[in-house]
Structure formats: structure tokens, C-alpha cells
């Protein structure tokens, strides 16, 4: 374990410092592919076309099997490959894992990844690697899944998604997660300013007294939640909103930046289950929440029923029910609190995605077409292929950058079929390099990033919401109260490559860590239904007393150390020491 993870360390100053270089020379972005030369093998010759099948993780979004549509043309035009794409979860995986008759290249969850290795069912890939200079660059990031995995053998089998070298955070059009109200009564209710989430209360209660109802005559409620995502609706909201950080399913950091774990007695379940308490005392809270599903949520959210979200992807499913009214200018936004930490940014990981890898099988009959077709897809010029089509047809140099053409800012957002259409986003789980790497002129690999782009996404709603707050649509509006010191940027414990990083233990803690969330999912909705601080802190202390003896102690000081060693490597990769 030693010797891999020194070969982490001495091998991050060139992941945290190269940018991937552009096939194109000059001020300008990579080019098309339409415009580059045809595919060619490592002899200098035509390369022969051939045919690579490609398992997927999960469902594929578009039309399994060979590849035909903008994007896979010039992928093969490129390459020489065209992709067979196979369809698959991870039950088929498992069979296929098992049965040994294997794709060319799989896309695995890492506990599918495990198998594989386990198995010899993935190819080495160091020998292949010659062969492969824009994944070469990035072997830190294949170093810290052999760390995952403690693979001492000395070689690479896995190459993960998304690299983002020298990540730096980034704005979306709006808050992605977090406490979403509606605008409208926010106005009537005079554009209060709220110095803490708990003043929603009051302000939700108001809300809800003048509007008991639906235009249709059902009841509304202040505040709602599920059960079938476990714990996550009491805490989750809370760990971005305010600024506590989460890494691994239990590790978190407080506002202040110090480790907690997500069920400790000061940690973000009990600052969510509070706050619902509140919510109840002050009869706004939905009581449904603690059995309905997922899906009886969204039921309530699509009729209107509900004066707070969690999810900025819920946005478009909550005010459609007002646009379907012609009431374009209600509906929700993400509700601005004094000291909040603004979720309209993001940021990627030095290392790629935890999930999923991708694996060369030992199937495969052409391995070096097949990482010279990888390696192509994490050039930038293969990434921004992915992400946003053909130079000229999809996209332009505009006043020397990157954007989006017109025309296909308006398919993205008209035409349902768009993706499988073009093969613009479909194939993001090859994708290499994250969207939110800039390039030497400045620009996003992926062009949707940009305030082109974010301001044809305006309608009525955001547009008024935005100009209130001084910005040009609600991800600018958000970027402008961080600079003006109303709310904050992320937390400096904001690490996406830290879980990468740390030790996840083994079964026997999953099943003690079941057996603890099983409690607490029981448990909970007597602390929420008391009637006063002291009788919520009475049942704090016994559901406490319960998980303790149900071992959360040992739990903790796992997690802990997990967190302090994770972090500790994370700080030596950035720093470049051993």
C-alpha cells in the first residue's frame, strides 16, 4: 500500500498542472474533427475500420447497438472505431462479470470494478498506456483507484471519468441544491430578509395561512419530505445550504470546517431534524413525509401543493404546473438567506468521478485501438466532441472563444430527441475530461456553461428574481451577493476528490451502519412531533442513547479516521511533498 500510495504523490504535480493540450495549434480551441485528419494507425498508415462493443453502467439514454449520428461519426472518422453500444445495469453486469464473455470496453460501478479485478476480467493497461498520451498525463488519477482498490502489482487497470486538472469552481444557471420557496409569495410577503433557514418558518406559515389551498382545492403544506431515499430529505438540504461539506455517505464537515459525522448529536441530521420540529410546532410541515415515497413527494410538488423544494432539478417539474396556467412569473427559486453558501457553484474533481471506471476487457481483440479510441475521448478536442458536437455545425469561435451556435441552443432546449439525435451528452460516462476545464483561451470545454447560453434559459420568473438580486440570470444573481459579502462561496472543505481518498470500510461496518440508519429512520418522527425544546431534547438524547449502543461510537472513530487520513494525502497531493 506504501509503495502505491508514494507513486500518488510523486505523480500529482503533473495532474494538479497540466491542462490536456489541444489537437489545434495557435489562440485557437481544438478543432472540429470535421476538419482534423482522418484516423490513422501507430504505423502512420489508414487505420482499418473496426467495430468496439461498449457496455454501459446504466440504461443508455439513446438507440443501443452501432453508433450513427454526428458526434459517433466524427468519433469514428477520427478513430477508426465505430461504437456498438450495449445497453446494461448493474444486474446485467453481473452476469456478463460472471459468465466471462465480455464486451471490448465496460463501464463499471466500483464494486462491479472490484470484481473485475478480483477476476483478471480487466486488462493491464501500463504496456497499452505508450499508446495513450492524453491519458498518460492523468496516472495520479489511476493511482488513487489502485490505492481504492490496494493494488500493489504495479499496474493500472482502471481509468476514471471527468478529470479536471487545477478544478476551480464554477457557476451554474441557478442553485443546484438547497431550500427553494415561491417568489411570488416571497414578493407578497414583502422581500423579507431572512438572517438563518429557521426564519423560513415563520415566513412559510404566513404564506400558508393566505394560501391553504390550491387554485384546485388541494390542501398545501409548508414543508414535505420522503422515506425511500433513507435519511436524506432531514439532512441533505442543510449540508449545502449552510456549509457543511459531505464526502463519503457518512462524512461530513461543519460549517467551521471540522469533521463531523452526518449522525452525530452536532452534526446535520439533528440541524435538519430541528428544523422540522420547528416546522411542526408551527403547523406547516407535511406529516405524510415520514411514510410517503419519493413519488407521492412529486405528485404534491407537480400540483402545487408545496411552498418549499430541495433540488434545483425539481425547478422545472414545480413551475411547470404554473406555466401551464400562463403564470410564468410564479413559481420557485432558491430562497436567499443571509450567510448562506451559494450552491450556484460547482466544482470537479482533480481525480475524475468516484463512479463509474472504465475498463479495457480481457476480451478485447484490438486493446490498442481500443485505448487509442479512449485516448482520443480524453483529448480536449474528443471532450468538447462530446460535449457540444461539430466546430461549425454545432459550435463557433465567437470574439475568440468557444459558444454555442444559436441554433443548437435552441435544439437543446425544444427538441427532447436532441441528444440521441446528434450524440451531443450521450456519451458522457467515456468522457475523460470534466466540462468545466477552461482552455487556453479561456473557455469551458462544455459550452453550457457559459452566460450565452445561461441567459436564453431566462423566462419570466428568473429573469425578475435575477434583476432583484443584480445579476443576469439566478447563478449571476448568486455570484453577485457572494460579492457583496450577503452569502458565501463553497467551503474550503468543498473537496470532490477527497472520498477517492479515504478508507470505506468493510461489511461488517455496512451492517452495523444499516442497523444504525434503521433506527433513526424509526425513530426520528417522535423527536420531530414534540411540542417544546425540551421534550425535542429528551428524545434527542434517547435515540442517541439507541444508536450508541447500536455502535455508532466505533462507527465514528472509523469514519474519522477515514476523513483525517483522506485528508491528509489530499493535502500532500496538492503540495507535491512525500
Not at 509503495?3 to 491542462?19: G, Q
Not at 494507425?41 to 482499418?48: L, Y
Amino acid at each position: 500500500m506504501k509503495k502505491t500510495y508514494l507513486a500518488v504523490l510523486a505523480a500529482i504535480v503533473l495532474l494538479t498542472t497540466a491542462i490536456t493540450a489541444c489537437s489545434g495549434g495557435g489562440n485557437e480551441p481544438a478543432g472540429s474533427p470535421s476538419s482534423s485528419a482522418a484516423a490513422t494507425s501507430s504505423e502512420g498508415g489508414a487505420a482499418k475500420p473496426i467495430k468496439l462493443t461498449i457496455s454501459t453502467d446504466q440504461a443508455f439514454g439513446g438507440t443501443p447497438g452501432a453508433q450513427s449520428n454526428p458526434v459517433a461519426d466524427a468519433i469514428r472518422d477520427k478513430t477508426g472505431v465505430t461504437m456498438d453500444i450495449i445497453s446494461s445495469d448493474p444486474d446485467k453486469i453481473k452476469v456478463m462479470l460472471a459468465g466471462g464473455d465480455l464486451p471490448d470496453i465496460m463501464i463499471l460501478p466500483p464494486e462491479q470494478g472490484r470484481i473485475a479485478f478480483d477476476g483478471k476480467l480487466a486488462m493491464p493497461l501500463n504496456d497499452l498506456l505508450a499508446k495513450a498520451p492524453n491519458i498518460s498525463k492523468h496516472k495520479t488519477a489511476l493511482e488513487v483507484i489502485n490505492a481504492r482498490l490496494d493494488n500493489q502489482d504495479g499496474n493500472y487497470y482502471f481509468l476514471p471519468i471527468e478529470i479536471t486538472p487545477d478544478a476551480k469552481p464554477y457557476k451554474n444557471y441557478s442553485p443546484w441544491i438547497g431550500w427553494y420557496t415561491r417568489w411570488d409569495y416571497y414578493k407578497e410577503e414583502g422581500y423579507p430578509e431572512l438572517q438563518s433557514y429557521d426564519d423560513m418558518i415563520p415566513m412559510l406559515a404566513s404564506q400558508l395561512k393566505k394560501h391553504p389551498t390550491t387554485e384546485e382545492g388541494k390542501k398545501v403544506y409548508g414543508l414535505s419530505g420522503w422515506t425511500d431515499w433513507g435519511l436524506w430529505s432531514y439532512h441533505v438540504p442543510f449540508i449545502y445550504a449552510e456549509g457543511w461539506t459531505e464526502s463519503t455517505k457518512n462524512t461530513a464537515t461543519n460549517p467551521d470546517g471540522e469533521y463531523v459525522h452526518r449522525y452525530a448529536a452536532d452534526g446535520p441530521l439533528w440541524r435538519g431534524v430541528q428544523f422540522y420540529n420547528k416546522a411542526f410546532r408551527a403547523g406547516i410541515l407535511d406529516t405524510e413525509a415520514f411514510t410517503q415515497k419519493y413519488s407521492d413527494y412529486q405528485a404534491k410538488l407537480k400540483a402545487g401543493q408545496l411552498l418549499t423544494i430541495h433540488m434545483g432539478w425539481e425547478l422545472d417539474g414545480a413551475n411547470a404546473y404554473f406555466k401551464a396556467k400562463g403564470q410564468e412569473d410564479k413559481g420557485f427559486v432558491a430562497q436567499v438567506v443571509e450567510g448562506a453558501v451559494s450552491q450556484a457553484y460547482s466544482l470537479q474533481s482533480i481525480v475524475g468521478l468516484n463512479d463509474p471506471w472504465i475498463i479495457i476487457t480481457k476480451d478485447c481483440k484490438e486493446p490498442e485501438r481500443a485505448i487509442e479510441f479512449l485516448d482520443y475521448l480524453y483529448s480536449e478536442e474528443g471532450a468538447r466532441l462530446m460535449l457540444n458536437g461539430l466546430q461549425d455545425e454545432h459550435w463557433a469561435i465567437e470574439n475568440g472563444k468557444a459558444e454555442l451556435l444559436d441554433d443548437t441552443i435552441k435544439a437543446i432546449n425544444e427538441d427532447k430527441d436532441f441528444a440521441s439525435r446528434t450524440g451531443i451528452g450521450l456519451y458522457g460516462k467515456l468522457r475523460g475530461l470534466g466540462g468545466s476545464l477552461v482552455d487556453a483561451n479561456g473557455s469551458y470545454l462544455d459550452l453550457r456553461l457559459t452566460d450565452k447560453y445561461f441567459e436564453t434559459k431566462l423566462n419570466p420568473l428568473d429573469k425578475e428574481y435575477s434583476e432583484y438580486y443584480g445579476g443576469s440570470y439566478p447563478g449571476d444573481a448568486w455570484t453577485k451577493l457572494v460579492e457583496q459579502g450577503t452569502v458565501r462561496g463553497l467551503s474550503k472543505m468543498d473537496i470532490p476528490a477527497l472520498s477517492a481518498l479515504q478508507s470505506q470500510g468493510d461489511d461488517e461496518l455496512a451492517k452495523v451502519e444499516s442497523n444504525i440508519e434503521q433506527i433513526l429512520i424509526r425513530e426520528i418522527p417522535k423527536a420531530v412531533m414534540t411540542e417544546s425544546d425540551e421534550a425535542f431534547q429528551k428524545e434527542k438524547d434517547r435515540i442517541m442513547e439507541l444508536i450508541d449502543k447500536a455502535g455508532f461510537a466505533e462507527v465514528d472513530a472509523f469514519w474519522r479516521k477515514s476523513f483525517e487520513d483522506g485528508l491528509a494525502k489530499y493535502e500532500q497531493l496538492i503540495s507535491g511533498t512525500n
